[in-house]
């Protein structure tokens, strides 16, 4: 459990840094709305904590998960959205970037249209941290959850991505 709740604080810190820029390309610009719902689904005496642009999930339980939503623009650098409607960008490659990061990282696209987005999973010392991003015209959502492991983090990403998906539009 001290583990478990260490990595949530660890998590939490970084994950505690301003939001960016209010979204343009999605079709909604408040995350506050989902934050009861979102709470619901996912369970375990969640607190819950929202503004617009962040929604963030303390859970206690003992196999967590901690949930945070982020809704912000995209480095206008950042090419990745464009090649992956190109063709250019594909599973492979972000799977190889995420490699950089953690060696134990997987990648899955998924088919968010008319957003473009992919889940990540990787292990984070004994728990786990699976994050789900979805980008339209710019604009980012960021679904990621830790958890005690991978199935749960899947979970519950799974979980506040089917309430939050809304934001990107049809």
Known sequence: MRVLIAGMMTVTAAL???ATVRAEGFSTHDLTPFAARVTEAIGTNCQPAADPARLTL????VKGPLVDILLRR??????IEQNMRAGKTGQAELEALCRKINDRC?????DVAPAVGW???QPMGRQALSTAVLVRDGDEL????LAA????ARAAVDKALAIVRPVIGD
């Open 119 to 121: 889940i990540g999973a």
């Open 16 to 18: 505690s840094l301003p």
């Open 106 to 110: 997987t990648v899955t696209l998924l």
């Open 58 to 61: 303390l859970c206690p339980d």
């Open 74 to 79: 995209r480095d206008s650098g950042d090419r």
């Open 142 to 145: 960021v679904v990621r959850a």
């Open 149 to 152: 492991d991978p199935q749960a």
